[in-house]
């Protein structure tokens, strides 16, 4: 089997099978973590950074993880909530006045943490490097017409709703997402978590591999929305741009140091970001049912996929995933290079770290 290098607690040694299994058949390069608590019980990685394979994947290597970005900009938001900055029952248009143009007054910003905002595309045909272009991309976005009405339609948001979120922490605190999240989130914890990837970071980033499968933009599901080769994610704009839906760079054991947090109460190793009930609005169910983007069943909470007992979690295209156990204060994350396609949804790699993770609390 591929060799795989890490800790690992005894109790999980499914897990670092099912990682090495991968790593031998699907998987070029990949990292698993699992926090129970506040500790790491699973720091894994193996494989290589390179579709090469010329380099290994080591310790620090980080990718781009997609949409598995968003849990970092809903955190974010929860954060704010939690401090008073942010009401979640406010309409957007509270802390961005050019958005309530056409009728939007009446979006929340709950609806847009849960996909309903109806805002799930641009209306206006863009090219991808336009994405590099934050006022641009919200100018158009406050100047649009709602496709459907606030709170009523679940429909993934997939590239809107990290500018929409970033617009507002934009208004109410004066930074970038991206740097918010740098200096309140990742900075605190220590995690190696980036949105905005800074230069000298380039040298630990392994590449995406492009699914073969499937059509590229898929990344950014809707009509309205730019095609999105994943290569762009390789190139030195994408690392620079605050992209809050699907930029940010990081591996298994930073993405699940930072959703820790909600898995304990809002304090994990000794940083607290949020109260234990600003943690339990993350399960409060904001739309259930068809999206009408995806194509398929889903339960949104606030920016994360709602599972089943008190559990969240999101993943991001090509087959990264983290989820989080707010009952078991559990967090698994998988980060890979190697993006797969098999559905709107991803693969089941990560579905098998998370069968093996729980196999190992049994």
């Known amino acids: 089997m591929a ?26 390069g990949a990292s698993v973590a699992v926090y129970l608590g ?12 390179d579709a090469a394979r010329t380099r290994s994947w080591e310790s620090d290597t980080i990718t781009c993880v997609f949409s598995t970005t968003k849990t970092m900009a809903a955190l974010c938001a929860l954060i704010l909530a939690d401090r008073g900055v942010v009401d979640l029952d406010a309409p957007v248009v509270e802390y961005w006045p050019e958005f309530g143009a056409l ?8 609806h847009v943490l849960g996909h309903t905002a109806g805002l799930p595309t641009w209306q206006e045909k863009l090219r991808a490097e336009q994405l590099f272009d934050w006022p641009l991309m919200t ?10 009405e606030p709170g009523v339609v679940g429909a993934y948001h997939s590239i809107t709703q990290g500018y929409l979120i ?18 309140e989130v990742a900075g605190p914890l220590e995690a190696d978590f980036h949105l905005e990837l800074a230069p000298e970071h380039d040298h630990r980033v392994a590449p995406v591999i492009p699914a073969t499968t499937r059509a590229a933009k898929l990344a950014a599901l809707g009509a309205g929305n730019p095609e999105i080769p994943a290569e762009l994610a390789n190139t030195e704009a994408w690392r620079r741009a605050d992209i809050p839906s699907a930029g940010g760079f990081g591996n298994a054991r930073s993405v699940a140091a930072v959703q820790s947090v909600l898995a304990c109460g809002g304090e994990a190793r000794g940083v607290r970001l949020l109260s234990e009930a600003g943690c339990e609005r993350v399960l409060e169910q904001q739309f259930f049912g068809e999206d009408a983007v995806l194509g398929r069943t889903i339960r949104y909470g606030m920016g994360y996929g709602l599972m089943q007992a008190r559990t969240c979690s999101w993943g991001g295209w090509g087959g990264s995933l983290v ?6 204060q559990l967090t698994v994350a998988y980060v890979m290079n190697q993006m797969l396609e098999e559905g709107p949804l991803g693969d089941d790699r990560g579905l098998g770290i998370l069968l ?6 049994t």
């Open 3 to 28: 060799e795989v290098q890490g800790i690992c607690d005894a109790r999980f040694e499914a897990v670092r099978d099912v990682l090495a299994a991968s790593l031998d058949d699907k998987d070029v």
């Open 38 to 49: 506040d500790e790491p019980v699973v720091d894994l990685w193996g494989g290589y950074s």
């Open 103 to 110: 009728g939007k007054d009446k979006v929340l910003v709950r």
């Open 139 to 148: 100018r158009l976005l406050a100047e649009q017409e709602l496709g459907s």
């Open 166 to 183: 970033g617009e507002v922490v934009r208004r109410t605190t004066g930074r970038s997402l991206g740097a918010f999240f740098a200096e």
């Open 323 to 328: 989820l989080v156990d707010l009952e078991k």
């Open 356 to 361: 093996a993770t729980y196999e190992g609390l």
